[in-house]
């Protein structure tokens, strides 16, 4: 079945980076952009950006410009977000989500990851 | 960047009753294409968000059709016409024509 599958949890200091992923299955994973959510404690849904996983391509919220990377691993159908510059603001679970770009339509995020949390610790 | 903001902030609604939700856009999400760019989501308590309806109007594979969702350029609306217990949790509408951004959320409880 189709399935997103993220890293565990994770703590870093501030001032770190951290590297989390997503490994897809179930489907072709080159077909679905790979988008990143996050979400605070107690707070709201925040799109971080995606990435196409058939070139490698990313489109990042500005926001996030200079700290995030997003990268893919096809040999494993893999994700990775990497947050560098860690703030205490950083603290949040962190969400995986596929898109369906090759669809004669847009069809929304469809399928989501089960979250992984990020604590980051003065 | 498109900001995205829901109405109202929490409800409280009796099982078998109708919910409305509202979300406005500061521009139009109405495409080239004449499809509006426009998601809703619930996040059920403890879950990962799931896709309800999709390009303003379409319910995704699963949904019940108790859940509609209707408008069109800045202004849209999700229905439930009749709440029931299992679907309480926060809804999040989300546009998707430039880059992607959340509404706040709208938070659902049962009576």
């Known amino acids: 079945q189709v399935q997103l599958v993220q890293s565990g949890p994770e703590v870093k200091t501030s001032g770190a980076s951290v590297k989390i992923s997503c490994q897809a299955s179930?489907?072709?994973?080159?077909?679905?952009?790979m988008h990143w959510v996050r979400q605070a404690p107690g707070q709201g849904l925040e799109w971080m950006g995606f990435?196409?996983?058939?070139?490698?391509?990313?489109v990042y919220a500005q926001k996030f410009q200079g700290r995030l990377s997003m990268t893919r691993d096809t040999s494993t159908n893999t994700v990775f977000l990497e947050l560098s510059s860690l703030r205490s603001d950083d603290t949040a679970e962190y969400f995986c989500?596929?898109?369906?770009?090759?669809?004669?339509?847009?069809?929304?995020?469809?399928?989501w990851g089960q979250g992984t949390t990020v604590t980051v610790s003065s | 960047d498109i900001v995205m903001t829901q109405s109202p902030l929490s409800l409280t609604v009796t099982p078998g009753e109708p919910a409305s939700i509202s979300c406005r856009s500061s521009q139009s999400l109405r495409h080239s294409n004449g499809f509006n760019y426009l998601d809703w989501y619930l996040q059920k308590p403890g879950q990962s968000p799931q896709l309800l309806i999709y390009l303003g109007s379409n319910r995704a594979s699963g949904v019940p059709d108790r859940f509609s969702g209707g408008g069109s350029g800045t202004q849209f609306t999700l229905k439930i016409s009749r709440v029931e217990a299992e679907d309480v949790g926060v809804y999040y509408c989300?546009?998707?024509?430039?880059?992607?951004?959340f509404g706040h959320g709208t938070r659902v409880e049962i009576k």
């Open positions: 989500g596929r898109e369906d770009y090759g669809g004669v339509w847009y069809s929304g995020v469809d399928v």
């Open positions: 179930g489907y072709t994973f080159t077909y679905y952009y």
């Open positions: 990435l196409n996983p058939s070139d490698g391509s990313t």
């Open positions: 989300m546009q998707a024509l430039q880059n992607r951004t």
